[in-house]
């Protein structure tokens, strides 16, 4: 299995941005799918994870009421709409799968990770 993100950029705060990642090999429709993100001199951290079905959804404190994670099946692509962003989202943004939904990064696939950057 391989994943793609793409859609990192800079923008100000209180903007908004997306990310996609796109699945391509022996992906599977029935993997969990989550977003993790790592800034610099900090641990990998949980942002969001979606079920298979898209009918389970889980999200950082950090991060709930802002960002919305959603998943298209049938592109076997996996979305991550980031509005009112703060400078304290900057991080190299992840997006993995997993058969087992967990908000731990013990995921089983991941991608390559997309840059963003909040300026103030």
């Known amino acids: 299995v391989q994943l793609q993100a793409s859609g990192g950029g800079l923008v100000q705060a209180g903007g908004s941005l997306g990310l996609s990642c796109q699945a391509s090999g022996r992906a599977s429709s029935s993997y969990a799918m989550g977003w993790f993100r790592q800034a610099p001199g900090k641990e990998r951290e949980f942002v969001a994870v979606?079920?298979?079905?898209?009918?389970?959804?889980y999200y950082a404190d950090s991060v709930k009421g802002r960002f919305t994670v959603s998943r298209d099946n049938a592109k076997k692509t996996v979305y991550l709409q980031m509005n009112s962003l703060k400078p304290e989202d900057t991080a190299v943004y992840y997006c993995a799968s997993n058969g087992v939904l967990t908000t731990t990064p013990t995921y089983e696939y991941w991608g390559q990770g997309t840059q963003v950057t909040v300026s103030s």
């Open positions: 979606i079920s298979w079905s898209g009918g389970s959804t």
